[in-house]
């Protein structure tokens, strides 16, 4: 037979601060729910992958399905057909002022990414050019990709916010 006594003080008092540890025996209930939970553990997993065919991959599909369809992306083909409006340009900026005003500045003179007001475009300054660097980045040079942050409607726009006001050319 064990030598426990309820109440028992474990005398690291000195180590914390004159806080009092006892040893207790853990409830009766807590344990049964542990022991509960650990033998249904098992049976759980085997229904959730094997009999429900149910998988963490699988729901997050079906969540971006379901957003897919509430908020439909437009198509690249749409986007392309898209005219630069003042309304555009206007929402571009908006656009240009939350994402990218960090690395470009507020006048698009750069900072730590490259001036866009300039004749030099590194990764050229054309309507699709524009597009492309930021859908696509430039991870070698520190620009994250844009395209999946954004979509393809505010990427045109904040194109064509950069093309107006910078130096690039259709």
């Known amino acids: 037979m064990s030598n426990y006594t309820p109440d028992q003080v474990l005398g690291h008092s000195d180590e914390a601060d ?3 540890e006892y040893d207790n025996r853990l ?4 344990v049964g729910l542990f022991v509960f939970s650990v033998a249904w553990s098992p049976a759980y997993a085997v229904h959730y992958h094997f009999v429900a065919e149910r998988s963490q991959a699988g729901e997050w599909q079906a969540e971006m399905d379901a957003a897919a369809e509430r908020w439909p992306q437009p198509t690249a083909e749409a986007v392309a057909s898209m005219t630069v409006t003042p309304e555009v340009v206007a929402e571009g900026e908006a656009i240009y002022k939350t994402n990218c005003i960090a690395c470009h500045g507020p006048e698009l003179k750069g900072g730590i ?3 866009l007001t300039d004749a030099t ?3 050229g300054g054309s ?3 524009i597009v492309a660097t930021v859908t696509n980045g430039v991870t070698e040079k520190g620009m994250p990709p ?3 942050v954004l979509g393809a409607e505010k990427v045109f726009k904040v194109a064509a916010y950069v093309h107006q006001k910078g130096g690039g050319q259709y």
Do not use: L
Request: avoid cysteine; hydrophobic fraction near 30%.
């Open 146 to 148: 844009w395209g999946p």
């Open 127 to 129: 309507r699709d050019q």
């Open 18 to 20: 004159g806080i009092e």
């Open 113 to 115: 990414g490259p001036d």
């Open 121 to 123: 475009w590194i990764h």
């Open 27 to 30: 409830p009766r209930w807590w």
